[in-house]
């Protein structure tokens, strides 16, 4: 993949998936910029990619809260800083909202819906609007934004969770309407919508019994989940110059999953 040279600045890259895309962009040449909201995480990621990175390519830490407005600002002005140029965004940022109600619609609190879609649809707005500010000067960049399979097709059961289904939807049809408008300016954005991944913020599926029993339906491509690379691959291609001519897809990395 043509990636050697960019600048690529990752939401949510300390661990999961924005970490295994980081290492695969750092691979094929490009320099980074990692952003996670603790500061000792995100610096202590920073220095493991640094120490596994071989070449030229530098990687660049930055602690910031995708939420909130003045620490998007500050994160592009230190990535601008640093790199001079920005070429691809990556948003991966996101939570699941359990723990403050989210759930079946009925049952979903206020609280649930407003920390989730703040969370999972503001973010991307906010880090989506700066980093389109700076390609459009450009006249070229690339935007990936991670979204889910519960943003493309509703499920039963094991994952009612419909705030975060609503969040997920939202990022999709964002990136896909950004992406007409922006052709015009050489910027593609596009989507992934990754099924069940074995990922920190998964980790409550993944050690369910009956839900690792169910993904024999879910995902029949395989017998469990999916792995950070899996995306990560599918991440690095989109944003790649490889995929000039695709923009505006919502891309299923789900096992199969929206396939039924």
Request: hydrophobic share 40%.
């Amino acid at each position: 993949m043509d990636l050697k040279g960019k600048v690529a600045l990752i939401i949510g890259g300390t661990s999961g998936i924005g970490l295994e895309t980081a290492r695969c962009f750092l691979q094929q040449g490009s320099d980074v910029a990692i952003v996670g909201r603790d500061e000792e995480k995100t610096g202590l990621a920073g220095k493991k990619l640094k120490a596994e990175t071989e070449g030229d390519t530098e990687v660049l830490s930055v602690q910031g809260d995708a939420t909130s407005s003045e620490d998007v600002e500050r994160i592009f002005e230190e990535t601008l800083d640093r790199f001079g140029r920005l070429d691809i965004l990556v948003h991966v940022a996101g939570i699941s909202g359990r723990k403050w109600g989210d759930g079946p619609l009925d049952e979903c609190t206020e609280e649930g819906w407003d920390v989730v879609m703040e969370s999972n649809s503001k973010s991307v707005y906010l880090t989506n609007k700066h980093a389109l500010s700076i390609m459009k000067k450009q006249k070229k960049g690339s935007i990936v934004n991670v979204s889910s399979v519960l943003g493309l097709i509703g499920t039963q059961d094991h994952f009612c969770t419909h705030a975060y289904a609503a969040s997920r939807g939202a990022v999709i049809s964002m990136t896909r309407s950004a992406a007409v408008y922006y052709a015009k300016d050489n910027i593609r954005l596009n989507v992934v919508c990754p099924g069940l991944l074995d990922t920190p913020m998964s980790q409550r599926a993944i050690n369910d019994s009956v839900i690792r029993e169910a993904l024999t339906f879910y995902q029949p491509l395989s017998p469990h989940v999916g792995y950070p690379d899996d995306v990560a691959k599918a991440i690095a291609f989109l944003a790649s110059d490889e995929a000039k001519f695709i923009t505006g897809i919502a891309l299923p990395i789900d096992g199969g999953w929206s396939a039924q």
